[in-house]
């Protein structure tokens, strides 16, 4: 079999692909009589039957609250819901468990950062610096903090690539600069970001960074240690997760000076009338009954990424995004939104004349499913001058075959709009 | 004929590729916006009222090629029309667009808008179909808030 093959230049084992496919149940299926080609990861990601069996078998004979109970059943849960949260902390390499605060997605991991941290350190005439490649959940909840306290959102612009421009962040960088908040990989062109750059220049001037990792976790190996960042924020669903699950890692002594983002239960250390003290990092931050099913399926997710080899699924996906991009190219009415130099499997594109919904709904009639609007990322769509795109974004259990099949679904859609 | 042939028919792709009153309005006297959030598609209907007439009624923005061919289609239907006649239209399209179980007895109301009665088989397109719709309701209404499809 191909894939089984070494590569010649390499030497590098090829990636399985067929044998990864097997373990994604949903990826069998037919749509519209074709067999589904699953060009929408990011947007959420499949999981793979470890994570799905994972989750039944939580609910099936693991079902308890955790953090309270003294039977069995709550002590099995409260012992998986930890053993994650160190799967979690091994995945990025943080340095301590207690740097991974359990939340609903990479949106509330950053709502969590602007309104504890930005709320009590923020102040007006501060600055907070974004960039202009960010998805919304990057930008609204630091524009509702700067309403808040009144701060100023300043924007690093980006070139026509879809790159940062690094002379005008250095610009931008100055004594009223209090945060910057940028994203690891961008969701609607691609861009692999030089975050490490970014932070080491924020921290120049002792300026905490957030980085949005919501599209990079799925692509690459993160190491918030390596990258230096103060918070780190991504989502289960689009690693091969749970939805309705996703992870702020924060730096031990940020989080200890930050105070609650929600009062519950499980954050508290001592309730009464008079005052509440709350408990110890993470734990201040998870109010309430969290997803355990999410968490524990989390959980697994990573135990499933750790058995790739995570060389062979950077050049399989490299190849992946290769040839995506040079069928693509060979399309003249095709323009690719988004090529910059450092890329990751994210293919957006707009055709002359066809709008990315008609695209999206031809498409999907071969099979074919991808994302078709602006991609939550309003401003890049803006910069770019287009209403919308039509995205593809690859995932390791994609194959070469399967962007053959979305080139000559394009040419219908060339046919049907003449 | 399949369900992409009758979503996508020569009438649609002519009026998406040359829309028929596509123009700003100067002497419009209603006015309004409308958005689908969802895909960023965007569309100003401009209406001409007068005594409760449709005398004159135009359209820009940018979306795919059901809500341009859409908003064409209404205009040429609208015009000259009462403005009671348009809002008994706008029952009878949305009807026909969400596939209701009197869409059959609504497309025979709606005239030459049956051309859009593919819409209902592809859910995701609906709002596609009836942003210009919402949009001259909100014109008629004389509202100041965009209109959207949601």
């Known amino acids: 079999m191909k894939a089984q093959q070494a590569d010649s230049q390499t030497g590098l084992k090829e990636f399985n692909v067929a044998r990864v496919r097997d373990d994604f149940p949903i990826l069998s299926q037919k749509i519209h009589g074709k067999p589904l080609v699953y060009f929408d990861n990011g947007a959420t990601s499949q999981k793979p039957r470890s994570v799905i069996d994972r989750v039944a078998r939580y609910y099936a004979e693991e079902n308890s609250n955790i953090h309270r109970g003294v039977h069995a059943l709550s002590e099995r849960a409260t012992t998986d819901y930890e053993a994650a949260r160190a799967k979690l902390r091994g995945f990025i390499n943080a340095q301590s468990e207690k740097e991974i605060v359990f939340v609903r997605g990479t949106t509330e991991a950053i709502n969590l950062v602007a309104q504890s941290y930005g709320r009590s350190f923020l102040n007006a005439g501060d600055e907070i610096i974004v960039s202009a490649m960010e998805h919304h959940s990057n930008i609204v909840p630091w524009q509702m903090v700067c309403a808040q306290v009144g701060a100023r959102l300043r924007v690093i612009p980006i070139n026509h690539d879809g790159e940062i421009v690094m002379q005008e962040y250095g610009r931008l960088l100055n004594e009223r600069t209090k945060f910057v908040a940028v994203t690891h990989v961008s969701n609607a062109l691609g861009t692999i970001v030089p975050v490490k750059e970014i932070v080491a220049l924020a921290h120049e001037r002792g300026v905490p960074v957030l980085l949005d990792g919501a599209q990079a976790v799925p692509h690459l190996q993160v190491d918030v240690r390596d990258l230096d960042c103060d918070f780190y924020a991504f989502s289960g669903h689009k690693m091969f997760g749970p939805t309705g699950i996703g992870v702020l890692y924060g730096r031990a002594e940020l989080l200890e000076k930050m105070p609650p983002y929600q009062g519950g239960g499980d954050m508290i250390s001592l309730v009464t009338f008079e005052k509440t003290h709350y408990n110890v990092l993470p734990y201040k931050f998870e109010a309430g009954t969290p997803n355990i099913a999410g968490v524990i399926g989390l959980g697994a997710a990573v135990d499933y990424l750790q058995t790739l080899d995570w060389n062979q699924v950077t050049a399989h996906e490299r190849r992946l995004l290769t040839h995506a991009t040079d069928a693509l190219a060979e399309f003249d009415p095709v323009k690719i939104i988004g090529t910059a130099r450092d890329k990751a499997g994210v293919l957006s594109f707009v055709l002359d004349h066809v709008h990315a919904h008609d695209v999206g709904t031809i498409l999907d009639q071969e099979g074919v499913a991808v994302r078709a609007g602006h991609h939550c990322a309003m401003p890049v769509m803006q910069r770019f001058g287009v209403p919308a795109t039509t995205r593809a974004s690859f995932a390791f259990y994609n194959t070469v075959e399967e962007i053959d099949v979305l080139v000559k679904a394009l040419r219908r859609v060339l046919k049907v709009f003449g | ?150």
């Open chain 2, 1 to 150: 004929m399949s369900d992409l042939d009758d979503l996508y028919q020569e009438v649609i792709l002519d009026h998406n590729k040359s829309p028929r009153n596509f123009r700003a309005m100067a002497e419009a006297n209603r006015k309004a916006e409308g958005y689908n959030p969802l895909c960023g598609d965007h569309v100003t209907v401009y209406v001409r009222l007068e005594d409760g007439l449709i005398k004159d009624i135009s359209f820009e923005g940018s979306g795919c090629a059901i809500s341009k061919a859409s908003a064409s289609l209404m205009t040429a239907e609208l015009k000259g029309k009462s403005e009671a006649d348009a809002h008994q239209l706008f029952d009878s399209v949305h009807m026909m667009l969400t596939g209701d179980t009197n869409a059959e007895s609504a497309a025979g109301k709606v005239g030459k808008l049956a051309i859009l009665s593919g819409v209902c088989k592809f859910p995701a397109r609906v709002k596609c179909a009836s942003l210009a719709w919402h949009t001259v309701n909100a014109a008629l209404a004389g509202a100041d808030r965009p209109a959207t499809t949601e």
